[in-house]
């Protein structure tokens, strides 16, 4: 059996583990089929901290809670669990762009890490494909010739890049 694939992205109030909290995550699984389960939520956090965000990220997460009722943040720890975890004994391979920023932030999050431990990134699986460097998710969508990112820095935009870039440097060609 091949251990299901999550393409994750979390955006976060800052980039300090210790002191930042996320306030927003999506989840994409990937099938075999080509199927796709897809789960993007909000987080409740402490949203003074967003304060010290760069204005054009402060006003993305701004915008967001300014009328938001609270997160039932119990919900979205079960439902994140549930897409690594579901219906398989196998851990779930983590992908994402950078996704050890990811892995940590919501390993604090969830309390556990529902994952295989070793990591893909699509950044620098991107770099090995081309067999030079390149820089960020955009850059590897570019170099790529896929399809830019339709809204760059919120979660489930940046999961649907990620995810475009894994599939394809993973699917084999018809020859």
Known sequence: MTAPVVVVD?????????????????????FP??????????????????????????????EVFADLAPIDNAKVRSNLVSMFTGGTD???????????????????????????????CVESMTAGHLRRNVGGLNDCLAELGLSPN?????ALADAEAAAAIWKHLTTKEER
């Not at 979390?10 to 990937?30: K, M, P, S, Y």
């Not at 779930?92 to 529902?114: E, K």
């Not at 339709?150 to 919120?154: C, I, K, N, T």
């Open 10 to 30: 979390v955006e976060t109030t800052g980039l300090h583990l210790n002191v930042d909290q996320i306030w927003e995550v999506a989840a994409i699984r990937l």
């Open 33 to 62: 089929d080509g199927n796709t389960l897809v789960y993007q939520t909000f987080v409740e956090h402490d949203r003074s901290l967003a304060e010290r965000l760069p204005e054009k990220f402060r006003a993305q997460h701004d």
């Open 90 to 120: 196998e851990k779930a391979i983590f992908v994402g762009a950078c996704p050890w920023f990811d892995a940590a932030f919501l390993t604090n999050f969830l309390g556990i890490a529902p994952w295989h431990h070793r990591l893909r």
């Open 150 to 154: 339709r809204d760059a820095h919120r």
